[in-house]
């Protein structure tokens, strides 16, 4: 019989399959860390590649290509077009984000576009202790802002209170606010805009706040990585591992008797094929050695003749 052949035992069974899946678990999460890793690398250079470029207009732009890309635009705000995105922080701050359409144009012909004009505190917006909440409107008539560009978000499902969004799309955006409002406006950007700092209406009390510019750190994704894919090998090395130690404890079980609990010699042990001519025991022996004893009773004759 093979030495190994309890390796075909339920428990080993059992043992090898849950170290398979646990190594196809830790593969799977190494990789997930490796996309998040690549995507903050190419955000990363996104940012550095955009955020000191001259300002340009919108005509020049793509939401989805020129992401931060400072874009200046003339024209209007729309009255009461102003809508809160909720279920955000920022710098660890609960917050609301404040949004409102503008009205500018593109190629001599106008074009609506979502502007957000920054952040205020969530209790300012909600008020607190008796104080009424407040958000400053936009400002009125024509100004020239200046923006960065943003691609629009992923719809969400969830229905906001009036005056609420969840998501910043064109068409949650047109969902959110009256038909009257919305019905002769012209056609949408696909993106949006976020103010950059010291833009018309900032300085009034309360105004929204610029967002800061945001992080180019890439996190721990790479060591996540590298530490999940040592698990994963890992867990397929403990099979072998515990096997052989498994094997080399078998092989001292012969006919259901544990020869380690017997005080052999290392010549027995070598004729039984336990003890290598090289090899040190592996075991703890019972008892002294016969060169220990010898050595004993030396010691007390000597003893004796003295």
Request: with cysteine; glycine share 8%.
């Amino acid at each position: 019989m093979s030495k190994y052949s309890f390796l075909a035992s339920p428990r080993w069974i059992g043992l090898i399959i849950l170290m398979i899946l646990a190594s196809i678990v830790c593969y799977f999460l190494g990789e997930w860390q490796m996309g998040r890793y690549h995507e903050k690398v190419a955000a990363a250079e996104q940012i550095k590649g955009t955020w000191h470029q001259p300002t340009t207009t919108i005509e020049q732009v793509e939401a989805d290509e020129d992401e931060w890309q400072l874009v200046e635009m003339t024209g209007e705000f729309v009255p009461d077009s102003q809508l809160l995105l909720r279920g955000r922080s920022v710098s660890g701050s609960a917050a609301y984000q404040v949004i409102n359409l503008f009205v500018t144009e593109s190629n001599g012909e106008p074009i609506t576009v979502i502007v957000d004009r920054g952040w205020i505190p969530r209790v300012q917006a909600d008020g607190d202790a008796g104080v009424e909440g407040f958000v400053p409107e936009a400002p009125t008539g024509e100004v020239t802002i200046q923006a960065r560009t943003r691609p629009s978000e992923e719809p969400h499902d969830r229905v906001p209170a009036e005056g609420y969004l969840y998501t910043v799309t064109p068409e949650k955006v047109v969902e959110a606010l009256p038909d009257s409002m919305t019905a002769g406006l012209p056609e949408f950007f696909d993106g949006r805009f976020e103010l950059s700092a010291d833009q018309p209406g900032s300085n009034a009390a309360g105004a929204p706040q610029p967002y800061p510019k945001p992080s180019t750190s890439l996190g721990s994704h790479l060591a996540y990585t590298w530490e999940w894919r040592f698990f994963a090998v890992a867990a397929l090395a403990v099979v072998p591992i515990l096997a052989r130690r498994e094997s080399k404890e078998n092989s001292w079980v012969v006919d259901g008797v544990d020869l380690s609990e017997l005080d052999l010699t290392d010549e027995e042990l070598r004729d039984l094929g336990l003890l290598k001519e090289t090899e040190r025991p592996s075991r703890r022996r019972s008892g002294p050695t016969d060169e220990e004893i010898e050595d004993s009773i030396l010691d007390e004759a000597g003893s004796i003749g003295h």
